[in-house]
């Protein structure tokens, strides 16, 4: 597998999360398993099976589509997209998280090829080893550029923990259903070590023109 087919797979599985703009609370939205922040080499192998299995087993789109829909639930902490497509809504791209989405795209990649297509070893390892973990926020807003130099905290009790890093925020898309008229999103890396992988946290989002937007989420429920 080349360096630019497991950079595509990183990518994969990637869901948008939404962000009112203006003062907004939301709990969160998670599955029942806990942040792993240390993975061996075998629950890794476990976390790429537990995402080849149920795409191996889908054959047409719409099943195709159901499997990275409910993948999409499992990090996610926030608004449900259904009910809510434009509450506030992140996705925690965890090293199960990216594991399980290189198993859907192995899975997919065998199908297309017609041969087993597994990630090598030393790329699972770079995940392993991650030191950070990414987030994935979307606002809404009323303005093409409202996102810009957005910034985030991780508030856990009395402790607020910075970003190790924020990207830039995308320019804002037009927002087809009701709400803010455009839609923004950015990532930001957490380090692992300044963090509780348990806790109950909030993740506060502040924007240049004075809005915040909080998003709750109990790490104990995410994996």
């Known amino acids: 597998m080349s360096v630019r087919s497991?950079?595509?797979?990183?990518?994969?599985g990637r869901v948008a999360a939404f962000s009112v703009a203006g003062l907004v609370t939301v709990f969160g939205f998670q599955s029942v398993l806990a942040i792993d922040v240390k993975v061996s080499m075998e629950e890794a192998q476990k976390a790429l099976e537990a995402g080849r299995a149920p795409m191996e087993k889908a054959n047409t789109p719409?099943?195709?589509?159901?499997?990275?829909?409910?993948a999409s639930m499992v990090?996610?902490?926030?608004?449900h997209p259904?009910?809510?497509?434009?509450g506030a809504t992140a996705i925690l791209r965890t090293k199960r998280y990216r594991l399980e989405a290189f198993g859907r795209q192995e899975a997919a990649e065998s199908k297309k090829r017609k041969v087993d297509v597994r990630m090598p070893d030393e790329f699972i390892k770079k995940v392993v080893d991650m030191?950070?973990?990414e987030i994935e926020v979307q606002l809404c807003g009323d303005d093409e550029y409202f996102a810009e130099g957005a910034l985030i905290e991780l508030q856990q009790g009395s402790k607020r923990i910075k970003p190790i890093d924020i990207g830039k925020a995308e320019r804002g898309r037009k927002n087809e259903g009701s709400g803010p008229i455009y839609r923004s999103r950015f990532t930001a890396l957490f380090a692992y070590e300044t963090?509780?992988?348990t806790a109950a946290s909030?993740?506060?989002i502040n924007l240049q023109e004075g809005s915040e937007a909080r998003i709750a989420a109990d790490f104990s429920k995410v994996k």
Do not use: H, I, W, Y
């Open 195 to 197: 963090f509780d992988p």
């Open 62 to 70: 719409e099943e195709v589509k159901k499997v990275l829909q409910q």
């Open 131 to 133: 030191p950070n973990m």
């Open 6 to 12: 497991v950079s595509r797979l990183a990518q994969v």
């Open 82 to 86: 259904e009910k809510d497509p434009c």
């Open 202 to 204: 909030t993740f506060v």
């Open 75 to 79: 990090t996610r902490v926030g608004a």
